[in-house]
């Protein structure tokens, strides 16, 4: 027997679905991704947290999911809804359907919503946070809204960091300052014959430097990357010592690091399919995205007192936004896209190769 699910939000605005069974109150941003494929890497990226995700894609979890595919060891956001959830998918990778993992984990799940409605509600009005649930839990949905985690002033990439060292030594090895590492970025490097070690956030710019690695990836992660004070500090004191490189949060980061200016966007790019204009590269990048804040973008070049020229070399073809950013002064560079194509297209890969040209120049100087 179904049950109504409950989407409703601090000013009364409702949305109504279905459910197989009771879905007790939940509350996060509401955001909507338009990836038809990679619901596995979306649901176990950790920069989903305290996230609501509506997918427009008409059917979630068709082909059910591997483990090879997950980002991390669980699922990772605060709810998902669709218009139709698979239980019964078909794939010769699948290993078990999202809808039983979700609930291995009391993830709450839910179809049959108006998503066009709710797409269109969030272009117009911007992200909020909602909170959902069955129909039945109304008052404590209300309740539950009221102490909500605001996305504003969200600090959960501090914690957000799962992955393992596998390494008692850094010397020579990449560093990942890890405020939800997706594994596809650790896989890339990898890839590469490179060694990564894991970073907590908490650590000061010295003791990296007497970890004495062979260069710095500043990683993805969720919330508001101004309140990382600490972080952006480190990384601060750390531009021009290392060549550095920083993907979605990390790249705004960077900016903030640099003294630019970081702002909300009204209701984010989240998706596989957002194009991408690289300085340098004829065609344009078909990317994945997931960030509701970007760094200001440059017009020109500016010139940085301490880190040498600064620049926008990456643009957002949808909305004109920043999608990157090069500080080659000082052996450092970002950007606001997920390169490591986990989920999305292989058109990335190529941004991770001057992040490696710079660590083989600057470790062989040493």
């Not at 709450?108 to 909602?130: E, M, W």
């Not at 896989?187 to 590469?192: A, K, T």
């Not at 500043?218 to 972080?231: A, E, K």
Request: charged residues 20%; hydrophobic residues 35%.
């Amino acid at each position: 027997m179904y049950k109504k699910t409950l989407l409703v939000n601090a000013n009364g605005n409702e949305f109504y679905g279905w459910s197989e069974h009771d879905l007790f109150p939940t509350t996060g941003e509401l955001i909507f991704n338009t990836a038809m494929s990679g619901f596995v890497e979306i649901l176990s990226d950790p920069s989903y947290i305290n996230q609501i995700v509506s997918f427009t894609s008409s059917h979630i979890g068709n082909y059910g999911l591997s483990m090879e595919d997950f980002e991390s060891s669980a699922p990772q956001i605060s709810a998902a809804i669709g218009n139709s959830f698979t239980s019964n998918p078909s794939s010769w990778r699948n290993e078990k359907s999202l809808t039983s993992w979700l609930k291995e984990y009391e993830i709450p799940y839910s179809g049959g919503f108006d998503i066009r409605a709710i797409t269109k509600y969030i272009r117009s009005n911007g992200s909020q946070i909602f909170a959902i649930g069955t129909e039945n839990y109304k008052e404590e949905l209300i309740d539950e809204l009221k102490k909500a985690k605001n996305i504003i002033g969200d600090n959960s990439a501090l914690t957000a960091g799962s992955l393992k060292n596998k390494f008692n030594t850094t010397e020579g090895k990449v560093g990942i300052i890890d405020l939800g590492t997706k594994k596809s970025i650790v896989n890339v490097l990898e890839n590469h014959n490179l060694q990564v070690v894991f970073i907590k956030p908490q650590i000061t710019a010295q003791e990296i430097k007497n970890m004495k690695l062979k260069g710095l990836l500043i990683s993805n992660g969720p919330g508001d990357p101004r309140s990382l004070t600490q972080v952006i500090s480190t990384v601060r004191e750390l531009i021009g010592t290392l060549p550095i490189f920083g993907i979605c949060l990390g790249h705004q980061i960077l900016g903030l690091a640099c003294g630019l200016i970081v702002e909300k966007l009204d209701f984010g790019h989240h998706g596989s399919n957002h194009p991408v204009k690289i300085q340098g590269i004829k065609k344009a990048l078909i990317t994945s995205q997931n960030h509701g804040f970007a760094v200001q973008k440059i017009n020109g070049r500016i010139e940085h007192k301490k880190f040498g020229q600064i620049e926008t070399y990456a643009t957002n073809l949808n909305d004109g936004s920043n999608e990157g950013l090069s500080i080659w002064d000082s052996l450092a560079y970002s950007v606001q896209f997920h390169p490591e194509s986990g989920p999305g297209t292989s058109d990335g890969l190529q941004i991770f190769d001057p992040f490696i040209e710079l660590m083989e120049n600057y470790y062989a100087k040493k």
